[in-house]
């Protein structure tokens, strides 16, 4: 199958953007490898909270946070178990979330880009899209030029390395930045999504999920190249109008998405896991004070941002990790912890206690007065 101007839309104004994702390669553990210098080159996996008494090292339960390229070449991920993930990697280093540190880190690392590239859409902690097309040298080595004057200031200012994927647009650029880590530039054209995009599997398209892969093989469809080889009414029939058509058009490259730099929050929430499953009466006191507490923390977020919000969450994930919510909705908007810890105390009146507590979480959501967040100059750097 062969790639041409019909088959990428708009070819010649697609080729025209230069769409950057960056992202800092492993960037907990990263930041926690800048104060443990010793650990550098060994398998390290960040995740739960510190243990007190216990120094740096974490012990105890949780999930994972992230993990070292040598603890990830063992099959650890993010969001996994940490005691899954010492089965697979029982000699890894154990090291708590510090979220403040890495908050700040984030905020360094983004107001060196800005210096270079200042159309810039916050996407979390750790990754960040650009749109290079208007900026000085762009048209060189298709951006590498700048993605490389970019990956410079990044590391002057933390210490730090990312890689960066440049592409026509924010789907090709994501791909991108996952093939050469760590610490790569990736360029990526359509004339190369043939040879470079098809035989990556179709899980490299962020959008497709276990789920949407696991139909999709039932279907014989394994990479981006069968996915874009296969029939469109079939996907459409299997996945609907709108997510099928998407995956079509997502296997063959395209995406006009804009790099956003100006948005609004829709929630803010907190949540923990503990350390040790909670009794729903005999630790009912401890759990009352973690409520009090991540109501207290959403409140700060809401204060911060100038926001309000109506509707009030409550997670609780049980000890056999099925997960309830509830949602009331006040009649005017609220940022205060003392309003928010009513309603979530409402909210766990209407829960069933009856398992042990593993996660507590609380949400202010339909918020109201929220501040705009943008990206677009250094002045603005302090809201990421």
Known sequence: MRMSEQSFPGGTTQEARRIAHLDMDAFYASVELLRRPDLRGLPVIVGGRRDAGQGAAYRGRGVVTTASYEARAFGVKSGMALMRALALCPDAIRLPTDFDEYRRMSRLFKRAIVQIAPVIEDRGIDEVYLDLTAV??????????????????????????????????????????????????????????????????????????????AQLAQLAVHSIGELAAFPPE???????????????????????????????????????????????????????AHLAALCGQVAADLARHVDGGRTIGLKVRFDDFNTVTRDLTLPAPVRDAASIEAAVREC???????????????????LQGAAEETDSGPETMALF
């Not at 766990?348 to 339909?366: E, S």
């Open 136 to 213: 000085p040298g762009s048209e060189v080595e298709g951006g590498a030029a700048v993605a490389r004057e970019i990956k410079h200031e990044v590391f002057a200012a933390t210490s730090l390395t990312c890689s960066i994927g440049i592409a026509p647009n924010k789907l090709l650029a994501k791909i991108a930045s996952e093939l050469a880590k760590p610490d790569g530039i990736t360029v990526v054209d359509a004339s190369d999504i043939a040879v470079r995009i098809w035989p990556l599997p179709v899980t490299r398209i962020n959008g497709i999920g276990p789920k949407a892969t």
């Open 234 to 288: 079939r996907l459409v029939e299997a996945f609907g109008p709108t997510y099928g058509a998407w995956m079509h058009a997502a296997a063959w490259g395209r995406d006009d998405r804009p790099v956003v730099t100006v948005r609004r929050a829709l929630s803010r929430s907190r949540e923990t896991t503990f350390e040790h499953d909670l009794h729903p009466v005999r630790d009912r006191a401890a759990i009352d």
């Open 348 to 366: 766990l009146a209407r829960v069933k206690l009856t398992r042990r507590i593993r996660l507590l979480g609380v949400r202010v959501g339909a």
